[in-house]
């Protein structure tokens, strides 16, 4: 798994779990009376049924809110518990971080009992996504290595229930594609930081692209370009969330 012990530093400030996108999730859990949550990170979207967070990196276990559940430091592709140690499992946004997705999701068959809730993308949508395809199509080239198609998680998954997840004009979770309608927002290094993507893409690879995004919005080309988001309230950017039951 790429470690956030550098890009991660700041994650807290601008991932803030978006309640919307909380309630899709803890509906896919269902009635789990107990929640793994692999790839946690400082713990966003956990439901109070969470009883145990795995998370690689340090940094980020630092960041978790007094009054969490207890994390352990530990990979997704390798994780010291028993067989069947919860009912469900969740993983967030973590898959295409794995090194090996193959044996992160087999270790999340392994420890969960009855259900397993994945929220990912689907790169054929989310590399069509404008910031990326009209301006930083060097960091959407980095996700063609990354990305783990959804027809290969639902394999890997033993089956799943595929669900799209629109994201909000106003998502308070500063993820990849959450800004869509607030493109001032990605000139911002603070927002670029917590979005893994473009803070793993070197400065100099940005800045041509960023640079011609500020233009664009000063001389209001963005607006007459994507007049059709302006009066969106969600959008379709790619994330989808499976559901697979044991």
Same mark, same amino acid.
């Given at each position: 798994?790429?470690?956030?012990?550098?890009?991660?530093?700041?994650?807290?400030?601008?991932?803030?779990?978006?309640?919307?996108?909380?309630? &899709?999730?803890?509906?896919?859990?269902?009635?789990?009376?107990?929640?793994?949550?692999?790839?946690?990170?400082?713990?966003?979207?956990?439901?109070?049924?969470?009883?145990?967070?795995?998370?690689?990196?340090?940094?980020?276990?630092?960041?978790?809110?007094?009054?969490?559940?207890?994390?352990?430091?530990?990979?997704?592709?390798?994780?010291?518990?028993?067989?069947?140690?919860?009912?469900?499992?969740?993983?967030?946004?973590?898959?295409?971080?794995?090194?090996?997705?193959?044996? &992160?999701?087999?270790?999340?068959?392994?420890?969960?009992?009855?259900?397993?809730?994945?929220?990912?993308?689907?790169?054929?949508?989310? @590399?069509?996504? /404008?910031?990326?395809?009209?301006?930083?199509?060097?960091?959407?080239?980095?996700?063609?290595?990354?990305?783990?198609?959804?027809?290969?998680?639902?394999?890997?998954?033993?089956?799943? @229930?595929?669900?799209?997840?629109?994201?909000?004009?106003?998502?308070?979770?500063?993820?990849?594609?959450?800004? /869509? @309608?607030?493109?001032?927002?990605?000139?911002?290094?603070?927002?670029?930081?917590?979005?893994?993507?473009?803070?793993?893409?070197?400065?100099?690879?940005?800045?041509?692209?960023?640079?011609?995004?500020?233009?664009?919005?000063?001389?209001?080309? /963005?607006?007459?370009?994507?007049?059709?988001?302006?009066?969106?309230?969600?959008?379709?950017? &790619?994330?989808?969330?499976?559901?697979?039951?044991?």
């Amino acid at each position: 798994m790429e470690t956030y012990d550098s890009i991660g530093v700041t994650y807290a400030e601008t991932r803030r779990p978006d309640l919307r996108i909380a309630a &899709g999730i803890h509906r896919a859990l269902g009635d789990a009376a107990t929640v793994i949550n692999v790839g946690a990170g400082t713990g966003s979207y956990e439901p109070p049924q969470t009883v145990l967070a795995v998370e690689p990196s340090s940094v980020m276990i630092a960041q978790r809110p007094a009054g969490s559940a207890p994390a352990l430091e530990a990979s997704a592709e390798s994780i010291p518990l028993a067989d069947d140690s919860a009912d469900a499992v969740m993983a967030l946004l973590t898959v295409h971080h794995w090194s090996d997705p193959e044996a &992160g999701v087999e270790e999340l068959r392994r420890i969960a009992r009855r259900r397993i809730v994945v929220l990912t993308f689907d790169h054929e949508v989310s @590399r069509r996504f /404008w910031l990326l395809e009209e301006y930083l199509p060097e960091a959407a080239a980095v996700d063609d290595v990354r990305a783990v198609a959804v027809d290969r998680l639902v394999a890997l998954l033993g089956g799943a @229930r595929v669900e799209t997840v629109p994201v909000p004009h106003d998502c308070t979770d500063g993820f990849l594609a959450a800004f /869509w @309608r607030r493109p001032e927002a990605y000139l911002d290094p603070q927002v670029r930081a917590g979005i893994s993507l473009l803070a793993r893409t070197r400065d100099e690879v940005l800045r041509p692209g960023l640079a011609r995004l500020s233009g664009d919005l000063s001389s209001g080309r /963005w607006q007459r370009r994507h007049a059709d988001l302006l009066d969106r309230e969600e959008l379709d950017v &790619g994330y989808r969330l499976l559901v697979a039951d044991l």
